[in-house]
């Protein structure tokens, strides 16, 4: 059974960093396409950042670009997103997810609970 567990979220100030993590179970973790998602209220849940298996690329979406960075630790089994600069429209409920099967696929699968991020002004 996969299990993601967010964890790091809270209320920060604008200009403020957070880091969040989230630790899988269940797979074997280095060989499954990672990412990081955010749903504001009222708005649709969209991508954050995303991390391919073992060492592979990443893709960050242009409204975090310069101020996220995913990372991942296989050994542990622990993803990462280090957020710097938030701002109020950072706000969300982020979630941590897994890809569809190992080395490929094109969708998430599996999706944590979520954690809340609230920037204040």
């Known amino acids: 059974q996969v299990q993601l567990l967010e964890s790091g979220g809270g209320l920060v100030q604008a200009g403020g960093s957070l880091r969040l993590s989230c630790a899988a179970s269940?797979?074997?973790?280095?060989?499954?396409?990672m990412g990081w998602f955010r749903q504001a209220p009222g708005k649709e849940r969209e991508v954050v950042s995303t991390i391919l298996w073992s060492g592979g690329g990443t893709f960050s979406a242009d409204s975090v670009k310069g101020r996220f960075t995913i990372s991942r630790d296989d050994a542990q089994k622990l993803l990462y997103l280090q957020m710097n600069n938030l701002q109020p429209n950072d706000t969300a409920v982020y979630y941590c997810?897994?890809?569809?099967?190992?080395?490929?696929?094109?969708?998430?699968?599996?999706w944590g609970q979520g954690t809340q991020v609230t920037v204040s002004s």
């Open positions: 269940g797979l074997v973790f280095s060989t499954y396409r």
């Open positions: 997810a897994a890809g569809d099967r190992p080395y490929g696929g094109s969708t998430y699968r599996y």
